[in-house]
Structure formats: structure tokens, C-alpha cells
């Protein structure tokens, strides 16, 4: 670590700012019967720093510290249906991350500064997606590696956040929580011409709430291998 106050600032130290991280993964698989897999991905990070509090008038107080932590954790299934034509896999997972500043009162701080500050956000999601590899069904020397895919997810998100902080003497206290909700269904197709270029087409249809927003994307790849670009 290293002082991120300035050797020009007269309240310059040194003291380097602290920071350490630690992370955890666990990714786990198991076929059931041949084509089928089940799967289960964890994973754990947490982060823990401290930094400079610069007041007004300034004052380097360096006792603020923070930690920021995550947790992941996932599970599903892949087929592989029709001797592989048709690929179709579901997930659901959780995510949770959670924040925590603080910064104990200095009393050599002019501005009597104290921060507890703490933030937890919560994501739950549900994906079911699909590829059916249409060239199984024909033979063409025009179209090659035509794929069509559809799918449908559910994201949930909520948060909920809690400020405590004091200022020169003046307290600041306030809490908050909010939600959300989103369905959606898509579907795409890409096609490779004449073995050169790959076009792309996808749209996708959401709910959120009282919206209900769509979208889409078009796009295609030019393979130019006498001059080994894309």
C-alpha cells in the first residue's frame, strides 16, 4: 500500500493504506446419464481496506476503514436432447453483496468526523436457455453453422442502505430500501454465408414493472482471411 495523500499536502504521513483480499471458489459437476450435467458454482470474496478521510478544514485523519464482501452461489442442468441438436439449460442463482465504511471519531479531527455507513443488495436470478442447431435439419453449401436461440429470465434485486454519519457536531441519519423485479424472453439467430459471413440477429422483450421495454441488435462478421481480418 502506499499514502494516497499527496507529498505535496502538508498533512502528508507515509502511512501506507491498508488492503487485503481474499477469495474462494468451488465449482462442482456431476453427469447424471449422458448428456445431462448437473452443476454447482460458490463463491466467496472479501475485501478489506482502509483509506484517507480528508476534512474541511483539511485533516488527514486515517482511521477510516471499509470491507466489502460478496457471496455467490449457483446451481443448474445442461442437456444435450436429440443426439445434440438441441441444447437446453437451467440456473438459479444468488448473489449478495454487502458494504460497511467506517471511521471512528478523532478527537484531534476539527471537524469531529465519524462515518457508519452500511449497504446490502441481494439479486436473485433464473435463466432458461436454449440453442437448436438448425443445420442438423438440411444441407446447404450457402448457410453453415445455423444456430436458433430463445430463452427466458427472471431477475429480483433489493437493497437496503443505512447512513450514520456526524459532521462538526451535526448527526446525519437516514435509511432506505428499494426493489425490483424483471421478466424476459428473447430469441436469436445467427447463420455463417458461403463460409464467410456471420450474421447476427437477436430481440429481446422485458417487464419491468409498468414498462415493458424492447430490444434488439443486428450484426455481421466479415471473415477476410486473404488478409487474416475480421
Excluded: C, K
Excluded at 488492503?19 to 475485501?47: K, Q
Aim: no cysteine; proline share 3%; glycine share 8%.
Amino acid at each position: 500500500g502506499y499514502d494516497t495523500t499527496p507529498q505535496r499536502e502538508s498533512i502528508y504521513t507515509g502511512t501506507p493504506q491498508g488492503f487485503r483480499d481474499h477469495v474462494a471458489t468451488l465449482n462442482l459437476g456431476y453427469t447424471v446419464i449422458d448428456g445431462t450435467r448437473l452443476s454447482l458454482l460458490l463463491r466467496a470474496r472479501e475485501s478489506i481496506f482502509g483509506f484517507n478521510e480528508l476534512g474541511d478544514p483539511t485533516f488527514d485523519d486515517a482511521n477510516a476503514t471499509g470491507t466489502d464482501g460478496s457471496l455467490l452461489g449457483r446451481i443448474g442442468v445442461t442437456s444435450n436432447l436429440f443426439g445434440g441438436t438441441y441444447q437446453t439449460s437451467v440456473f438459479l442463482g444468488r448473489q449478495q453483496d454487502d458494504r460497511h465504511y467506517v471511521e471512528p471519531l478523532n478527537l484531534a479531527d476539527p471537524n469531529l468526523a465519524s462515518v457508519d455507513d452500511r449497504y446490502h443488495s441481494y439479486r436473485t436470478d433464473l435463466q432458461w436457455n436454449n440453442t437448436v442447431h438448425l443445420n442438423d435439419f438440411f444441407q446447404s453449401t450457402v448457410l453453415s453453422a445455423t444456430d436458433a436461440t430463445f430463452g427466458y429470465e427472471h431477475t429480483a434485486d433489493s437493497v437496503r442502505v443505512r447512513t450514520n454519519d456526524n459532521f462538526s457536531g451535526f448527526p446525519f441519519a437516514q435509511s432506505a430500501s428499494a426493489h425490483a423485479m424483471d421478466d424476459a424472453a428473447y430469441a436469436g439467430l445467427q447463420s455463417t454465408l458461403w463460409r464467410r459471413l456471420t450474421v447476427t440477429g437477436q430481440v429481446r422483450q422485458d417487464w419491468v414493472g409498468p414498462n415493458t421495454p424492447t430490444t434488439w441488435r443486428l450484426g455481421a462478421v466479415v471473415d477476410a482471411a486473404e488478409i487474416d481480418t475480421h
